[in-house]
């Protein structure tokens, strides 16, 4: 590989460090220290995490399974591993409904007009090129599925609202720090009420949130308006239609309570909908995996992991774009400055997670070789916060090698991770139970909020103006040291169980997804 110095143009003194370890074949003759401050200075003086999220989040987008978004994104992930000289392949995994989201344009026309923010809803049917100008109504509330059967004929041609209105806007906190409490108080009982309203409606229809806009597409209806507000200012989760013919769209909490009110107090709006979008047939599925070859123990495999995929309301940023750049540049700092690791370091960029951790199981399924001889792998994915959990996943013998490897960050990293020993194994979360569940040595690190449940996680929201960089970078850092030490340690990690803890059941890949069985 040709060394590249210009890496290290900014601090002299850690260049001669790099240089060496290239050269020497070896880390035996440096300290642990030295390569720990190597990956440290080489992430402070020159890293590489806004690069690579302007090139995924805003030149690529949104990763939605079977789409080509996904598919790009996985050839630029090979792509960008291999001009570091590392090598990097995308393995076929499964198969998935292909398609691929176009224009929303979402009008109010009458009382008055107004450009409503909305989106269609992933795999939403497409309208070709017809704009559909119609009535809105809202659900009734009806006494049983008898009525709500007889009233199924009058959606012909009209949007139906099918959620839930809200009284307020206001995330909780801000209600919070401004309201008198009688305030706060009677805005959460009325809007509990109205929740639990609105879930009783539904239930007498006969339906469920999933079957209801199919029966009101067979009925004729023109399309489906949902809001699934995610309590934070401007901010609604966006995942699947379940229409086959006509569009399902989400419109934002502040345009869909203006025409829920509007039905309310009388008046019928009219909007103008176009959405375009295309079917694609069955596509293939990857998953893309990067290897870093080791030198003395070359079957035994040390792991990051971050899942790939995203829902498509946003680009995915803290859903899990953060997490894949956390790997991929802890990838770089390794390859730089431990290029000649003792065990192999594999990175696993997982497809179809959102779907039920589905590349990741498939992996566990097609790889026993590596799962048997994994000695530690390495998952991030709640969000762009700084790592501060670390729990054994229910080994026994855990917080011996864990507490070991997280020794040598530094303090400034290392004081602020709370690890948690034996703790319990993960149960379906993210990717790394994938591999608990099997009895392999997986462990999540777990980063601090930033309002990512609120905010981010599965929202139209999740971009690129969200992401933390002095946190991702403190990431980047952390799981590089934690693979180099695992890496390097003499001792197999131990898979003994800890007594009394309940372990869960290995669940199968779907191997082939969104599609009518």
Known sequence: MKTNFTLFRNYKPFAALAVGLMLSGSVNAQSSKSVVDAMVAEETNNSQLKTLAHELFDGIGPRLVGTPGMKQANDWAVAKYQSWGISAKNEKWGEWRGWERGISHIDMVSPRVKSLEGTQLAWSPGMGNKTVTAEVILLPDLADSAAYAAWMPKVKGKFVLVSTNQPTGRPDDNWKEFALKESFDKMKAERTAMTDAWKKRISKTGHTAKTLPVALEKAGAAGIITNLWSAGFGVDKIFQAYTKAIPTVDVALEDYTLLYRLIEGGTVPKLAIHCESKELGVVPTFNTIAEIKGSEKPDEYVMLSAHFDSWDGGTGAT?????????????????????????????????????????????????????????????????????????????????????????????????????????????????????????????????????????????????????????????????????????EDPERASTVKAEGVKWPVPTKAIRRGGLDQ
Do not use: C
């Open 319 to 487: 859903d899990n774009g953060t997490g894949t750049l956390t790997m991929m540049e802890a990838m770089r700092l390794l390859k730089t400055f431990y290029p000649h690791p003792k065990r192999t370091i594999l990175v696993g960029h997982w497809g179809s997670e959102e779907e039920g951790l589905n590349g990741s199981r498939a992996f566990v399924e097609d790889h026993p070789e590596i799962v048997k001889n994994l000695q530690a792998l390495f998952n991030q994915d709640n969000g762009t916060g700084r790592v501060i959990n670390l729990s054994g996943q229910g080994y026994a013998d855990a917080k011996n090698y864990l507490t070991r490897w997280l020794a040598a960050a530094p303090d400034s990293i290392k004081n602020r991770v709370k690890t948690v020993f034996p703790g319990a194994p993960g149960g379906g979360g993210s990717d790394f139970a994938s591999f608990v569940a099997v009895g392999a040595p997986g462990f999540s690190l777990g980063s601090l909020n930033w309002s990512y449940f609120n905010y981010t996680w599965h929202t139209n929201r999740d971009t690129y103006d969200k992401i933390i960089f002095d946190d991702l970078s403190n990431n980047a850092m952390l799981a590089a040291i934690m693979v180099y030490m695992a890496s």
